[in-house]
């Protein structure tokens, strides 16, 4: 099933998500939101889907970020980025550790603001810890692009948006950003989460 996106200036996405029980995770309430999730996000398509975006208002975020996504991105974009495939996972009541300083800047989307995108400083490293789809612990240590996105998908269950640490000259559409690395020769594919 493919859930409706809620949109900034929805108030859900500007609240605190709350925590979830093992037995709440292990539920068939739960197990059946992620699978709409996963749906929800792979349709639209993005790299990560936080659970306020969908309306519910609980610590829950997908993430995947398939090769496919990364056909139009040159070589040398995929290791400045440190990017390469994530497999499909699911984080819940995560605590997020940044590693590094946030002071690495690319360009972010998200599905939750559509047509936009803008440069956002983030850690190049995190820790996170959180539990699975199964209720079970979970540490994950990451960097570049899935430190990024891992970065992003809390922010939302924090009731925070990328407009919140963007630096604001440049945002920009989706299209004129297209439109201006095509015009350098150089392919750009930003992802949205």
């Known amino acids: 099933m493919i859930l ?10 500007r609240k605190v998500a709350r925590s979830l029980s093992t037995d ?15 749906d929800t996000m792979r349709d639209a398509p993005g790299v990560g889907l936080a659970a306020p975006q ?4 609980l610590q829950i975020a997908v993430i995947e970020d398939k090769a496919d996504y990364q056909k139009t991105l040159t070589a040398e974009q995929l290791s400045e980025r440190q990017r390469g495939p994530v497999d499909f996972h699911v984080i819940i009541n995560p605590q997020i550790e940044l590693l590094a300083p946030a002071d690495l800047s690319f360009h972010e989307g998200c599905l939750s603001i559509p047509r936009l995108m803008a440069m956002v400083p983030r850690s190049r490293s995190v820790r996170v810890t959180c539990l699975d789809e199964h209720g079970e612990q979970r540490v994950i240590e990451a960097e570049g692009w899935y430190a990024r996105i ?14 919140d640490t ?10 004129n950003h297209q439109r201006q690395t095509s015009a350098s020769n150089r392919p750009s594919h930003p992802e949205k989460s």
């Open 54 to 57: 969908i309306g519910e208002s």
């Open 4 to 13: 409706k996106i809620c949109e900034v200036g929805n108030p859900v996405l």
């Open 24 to 38: 709440e995770i292990r539920g068939k309430d739960i197990q059946d939101l992620i699978g709409y999730m996963r």
């Open 150 to 163: 891992l970065q992003h998908e809390i922010d939302h269950l924090q009731g925070r948006l990328y407009t």
């Open 166 to 175: 963007m630096q604001p000259e440049t945002l920009t559409t989706i299209e």
